[in-house]
């Protein structure tokens, strides 16, 4: 027997013969399939390098899909989500012109999220049953009509404005057609890079922070409604022409088995996680604009700016979040971030002396919150790959769910107590009630999910 074959003898237990597995190599050459015993001559070969690793990885990974797909995604996901959460930086100057109170201010940011969340369900069905690339179609054709109609007909009031925001709902159920869209054109080891990159698309409510605000002083913020369209409508000539279904799409499901998802227990923990990861994140997206101004009097436009460098920080680190997934697991990933996240949000509560320091807090827990979205959509497929449409649909709900408590409760926190400070706290419990989950239910997962993975190599 050679130095690098494995044992070739057959054994038996509880009634099963099994082949002990040669042993194989970490990582597979190119043109070498991933799994082939070690010749002879290789037992002793040196170790690759990192960078080659990477390379190698990068050209896997290229291979595997469709790029020009997933960049159609990420545009799509970033310039609906840039609109979905316009209404908060918008909303120092809506709040001065109808007078609104702190909980009404709240409750503006957070119905477009509560919106969002609802019709996500919905969006998860029709990719499930028309395929990604027309429901994506659909819902932009929505959102370029009611922004229009908003622009030219006029908001006159506060119901007015609640109205748009159950319209830019429909462009937040967008994650639940971009995320597919790009997912379904990957294998399982790359799960995690290809949902951070398209879910990088958070990055759009950091354009809102960053223009809106700027734009609404010298246009007024009417009008920067009618200046939204512009970008979308490029948008999607791009997924027009870009975006192609996955050959594989799975077939269309009766309305008993999307049912029989919510009758599975794993599909309501990775609600609950995603509830907090994805919760917290947009609705500080939402929120944060308004929260530097009342707290610590900077102007609409320099409370943007704040807000930008905040959502970036939470929307660039989603792949990193997945990558660091596909790498250590996502349950190690989510375990640290859960913590990270409690511990940011606690900090933000106390209201630091300085602007600086609000920042420096708040930036570390959206970073924390952006990583963990990437991670638990690492999770997702493995455990839900035939029905990650659906699934994707119910694990964005609750995301919106816990945004709009998030930006709601803030809002009734200030008005009731003066401070922001209950509002944080309580969203921080919830990461730490996450965590203790995740540990609860992690042994079971790692036990009984490897059936779930149709052969790829499991990363909890």
Known sequence: MGAGAGIGVTSRRGGVFIEPRPRTTAFAAPGQAQGRALPHGDAAAPPQSARGLIRMSARSFLKAGHPPTLFAAFLYFDLSFMVWVILGPLGVAIATDFGLTPAEKGLMVAVPVLAGAVLRL???????????????????????AGLAAAWRLGIGGYPQVLALGCVLGVAGASFAVALPLASRWYPPEHQGLALGIAGAGNSGTALAALFAPALAQRFGWEN?????????????????????????????????????????????????????????????????????????????????????????????????????????????????????????LALASFQPPSVWMALAVILFAMAALGAGNGAVFQLAPQRFGKEIGVVTGLVGMTGGIGGFYLASSLGWAKQVTGSYQA???????????????????????????????????LRL
Request: proline residues 5%.
């Open 122 to 144: 919905f969006a998860g069905v029709l990719v499930d049953h028309i395929g990604p690339k027309r429901t994506g179609l659909i819902g932009q054709l929505v959102v370029l």
């Open 224 to 344: 920067v409604i009618g200046l939204a369209t512009l970008p979308l409508a490029a948008a999607f000539v791009v997924y027009l022409v870009f975006a192609r279904d996955a050959p594989d799409r799975p077939p269309p499901k009766r309305l008993s088995e999307y049912l029989s998802v919510l009758r599975t227990a794993d599909a309501w923990w990775l609600m609950l996680l995603y509830g907090v990861t994805f919760g917290g994140f947009v609705g500080l997206s939402s929120s944060l604009t308004i929260y530097f101004n009342a707290e610590y009097g900077l102007p609409a436009v320099t409370a943007g700016f704040f807000t930008a460098a905040c959502v970036f920080a939470g929307s660039f680190v989603r792949p990193v979040g997945g990558a660091l997934a596909d790498r250590f697991g996502g349950v190690r990933t989510l375990s640290v971030v859960y913590l990270l996240a409690a511990l940011g």
């Open 423 to 457: 509002g944080l706290l309580a969203f921080a419990a919830l990461a730490l009630v996450a965590l203790a989950c995740l540990t609860g239910v992690k042994a079971r997962w790692r036990r009984t999910w490897a059936g779930e993975a149709a052969g790829a190599p």
